[in-house]
């Protein structure tokens, strides 16, 4: 069992993480990403959420939505979740 720590849902079977925005800026969804990470066949591989879901905060997938880099990574800053 995995639970996110923000939306306290378990991500394997948690459609989505239930917070939209992240420091005011609409969260890429699974799916939308510059990258082919396979969401028409899988879910994440990372944090479980289907094709059109919020990534669970903390996903190595999870773009960010200032730079389009990898969210985790990017050093944008971006960090207070909102719903």
């Given at each position: 069992m995995s639970v996110c720590q923000?939306?306290?849902?378990?991500?394997?079977?948690?459609?989505?993480?239930?917070?939209?925005k992240i420091s005011g800026k609409t969260r890429i969804k699974?799916?939308?990403?510059?990258?082919?990470?396979g969401a028409d066949r899988q879910k994440c591989h990372d944090c479980a959420v289907g094709k059109g879901g919020i990534h669970h905060f903390g996903c190595d997938v999870e773009r960010c939505p200032k730079c389009k880099g990898q969210l985790i990574s990017c050093g944008c800053g971006l960090e207070k979740l909102s719903k």
């Amino acid at each position: 069992m995995s639970v996110c720590q923000d939306c306290k849902q378990e991500m394997q079977t948690a459609k989505s993480c239930t917070f939209p925005k992240i420091s005011g800026k609409t969260r890429i969804k699974y799916g939308e990403e510059n990258e082919d990470w396979g969401a028409d066949r899988q879910k994440c591989h990372d944090c479980a959420v289907g094709k059109g879901g919020i990534h669970h905060f903390g996903c190595d997938v999870e773009r960010c939505p200032k730079c389009k880099g990898q969210l985790i990574s990017c050093g944008c800053g971006l960090e207070k979740l909102s719903k």
